[in-house]
């Protein structure tokens, strides 16, 4: 493998950095791609299967299934659990729009619910419950930023009305609920290997966690054009034969190569990003302007949280975007437009300014800040001193 350079960020704190964590990894990260090259097989190869392997230790899951985006891995999951035209889910309206065009995505309809008045910005499960109809097969809590949605609440929900609980637990890589790791307390859920993620590929790349063999077997399926692998067929001899209508959701092999390095210093990465949440928080609790910073919600149970993204809640939100970004400090906002009013789904009956009044604040007030394991003290003491200076009327 040949040598390479990582080059630095320019000056400022951008939104994502990974180039020093990156230039450390390069050696190990070396040794798995040389293994793909020698190997000779660049998708749904052996470094996939390590990879699956891996997670599935790591989460505890009975079964780990490689994709190829966090994406498809909801979609794959969704239909893996038989959801499909005709049906509904309840998904938050405060979310990544994935959240909601994966339901879509198999022919069923999102429907949403507002979320918790309690900090997490997770489903409420009176406004889920409040959403179900005789249609409704399936609900997906989105366990966002730092810790799990209300898990207990959400599955004595699903078990009362017989319906799939499904998380979209594509940021809770690390993240337990009463020492069951995200994605496993239902009947499925996924994760995203997205660059800026906690474990975070140098592309898209996803993966689906369950403990039911039949939900796993059918997404191994349909990730692979819904072949069910080298048969015996009387007419046309060996031949890969189709069993569903799937689609080509395989994960390469040099993104499996990227992760296993990378998952060695998943439990350090993790204390990192913790580490600065607190200092932020230090700094920030209280502070003019800031009107919430993270905080976990006892649920009467334990949870391990773990920080994806520092989210606050500040004042003039849009402008602070442009005063940090005058600074060369990189922000982003989760989310400008909740579910209900993305345009894809703002003309159906219902979705209109109110409807889902706390998932609406937080559109309006949150910002994520600039979190990461290479982050400096100094990277994070010019965040605060910036935002400080903002809301202290200097420039």
Avoid at 75 to 84: D, E, F, P, T
Avoid at 187 to 196: A, E, H, K, N, R
Avoid at 387 to 392: E, G, K, Q
Wanted: charged share 20%; proline share 6%; with cysteine.
């Amino acid at each position: 493998m040949p040598t390479t350079s990582i080059e630095k960020s320019s000056p400022g704190v951008p939104f994502f950095d990974q180039s020093s964590s990156f230039t450390e990894l390069w050696p190990l990260i070396g040794q798995h791609i040389d293994d793909v090259f020698d190997r000779g097989k660049f998708s749904h190869g052996r470094k996939v299967a390590e990879l699956e392997r891996a997670l599935a230790e790591y989460t505890g899951a009975r079964h780990a299934v490689a994709v190829n985006s966090g994406t498809d891995a909801l979609v794959l999951l969704l239909r893996a659990a038989g959801i499909g035209p005709g049906d509904e889910v309840v998904v938050p309206a405060f979310s990544f729009f994935a959240s909601a065009s994966a339901v879509s995505l198999t022919g069923a309809t999102p429907v949403f619910a507002d979320i918790t008045a309690d900090g997490d910005y997770g489903m409420d499960p009176a406004s889920a419950e409040a959403a179900v109809t005789g249609r409704t097969r399936a609900i997906m809590p989105v366990h966002l930023f730092s810790q799990p949605a209300d898990l207990a609440a959400l599955g004595a929900l699903a078990e009362r009305r017989g319906l799939r609980l499904l998380e979209d637990s594509a940021e809770g890589i690390g993240m337990r609920w009463d020492g069951t790791h995200t994605g496993l307390y239902g009947d499925g859920g996924v994760l995203s290997f997205f660059p800026t993620k906690t474990l975070g590929a140098l592309g898209d790349a996803g993966m689906i966690l369950t403990d039911d063999p039949e939900i796993a077997e059918q997404a191994g399926v349909l990730r692979h054009h819904g072949r069910m692998g080298r048969t015996i067929d009387h007419i046309a001899g060996i031949s890969n034969l189709s069993g569903v209508s799937g689609t080509n959701s395989k994960m390469d092999d040099v993104q499996a190569a990227v992760l296993l390095a990378k998952l060695t210093q998943l439990d350090r990465d993790i204390a990192r990003r913790r580490e600065l949440a607190d200092a932020y928080t230090e700094r920030l609790a209280g502070a003019d302007g800031v009107l919430a910073v993270p905080r976990t919600v006892d649920r009467g149970v334990p949870v391990d949280p773990v920080t994806y993204v520092y989210l606050v809640e500040v004042e003039r939100r849009d402008e602070l975007v442009a005063h940090l970004a005058a600074r060369g400090i990189g922000t982003e906002t989760y989310y400008p437009r909740p579910l209900h009013l993305q345009p894809a789904y703002a003309d159906r009956p219902g979705h209109r300014p109110g409807a889902f009044p706390r998932a609406e604040a937080a559109c309006a007030r949150t910002l994520a800040l600039p979190l990461y394991p290479d982050l400096t003290e100094a990277g994070l003491d010019a965040v605060c001193t910036a935002i400080s200076d903002f809301y202290a009327g200097r420039q």
